[in-house]
């Protein structure tokens, strides 16, 4: 039953479950296990579904269904969970490129090059080639509004980053644009007390207009101190 996990094999899986289990009830008002949990079908329908659950084959494309759903469901988790966790399996999978580099193998998934990668677009193709087939085809078994929220909001989010052109889990904070632009204005400072110096020590540098007092009005004002 592992094996449902397999990749490779997810489209098999997939198709087989849509047309055997999933396509019998889509003019179903009600989806057929929430049917059954809530005494909500007819005597007709309650019939159809007894009988497509009693079939061992159906069982088993279920019980498959169940454990791959669980097995890639991480778009479908909370906004805070999903990020934690496409953080850690990125970093597996940049741990493996970077081996495979180092011992000299073929590199299994160069899109895994931790200096190239953009996670954003990795999750994206991730959940348009196989998650939202596989929870649309759950869903239409088992009423799960509150996962398919959390996969279009998901996916809102990796594609707000991807179009601003961010390759990373979050975008910039304050506090780190604010250091970015601190550091920026540091080197500045720096260049300005480093062409003075030059000046002073008698060698030739473009001329600021400037004094080094008026160099430390400046540093006062920003509140850096040498």
Not at 117 to 132: E, N, R
Not at 186 to 211: H, K, Q, R, V, W
């Amino acid at each position: 039953m592992v094996l449902a996990t397999e990749m490779t094999k997810h489209f098999e899986h997939l198709n087989k479950f849509v047309n055997s289990v999933t396509n019998k009830f889509v003019n179903s008002v009600t989806k057929p296990l929430t049917a059954l949990e809530e005494n909500k079908e007819t005597d007709k329908e309650q019939e159809a579904i007894n009988a497509m659950l009693r079939t061992p084959e159906n069982r088993t494309l279920i019980k498959r269904m169940l454990i791959k759903c669980a097995d890639v469901s991480n778009p479908c988790r909370p906004r805070e969970q999903c990020i934690e966790w496409a953080a850690r399996i990125s970093e597996e999978y940049f741990s493996q490129t970077d081996e495979e580099k180092r011992q000299h193998f073929p590199v299994v998934m160069p899109v895994f090059d931790r200096n190239t990668c953009s996670i954003p677009k990795s999750q994206i193709s991730f959940i348009d080639y196989f998650i939202t087939g596989v929870f649309d085809a759950w869903d239409g078994f088992v009423d799960l509004p509150e996962l398919l929220q959390h996969l279009d909001s998901n996916f809102k989010y990796w594609k707000d980053l991807d179009e601003r052109k961010l390759r990373s889990l979050r975008p910039p904070t304050k506090a780190r644009r604010h250091a970015q632009s601190s550091k920026g204005l540091c080197i500045t400072i720096c260049i300005y007390f480093g062409i003075f110096t030059l000046n002073l020590a008698g060698f030739s540098a473009p001329s600021m207009g400037e004094t080094p007092q008026a160099i430390d009005t400046l540093l006062a004002k920003w509140h850096i101190h040498y």
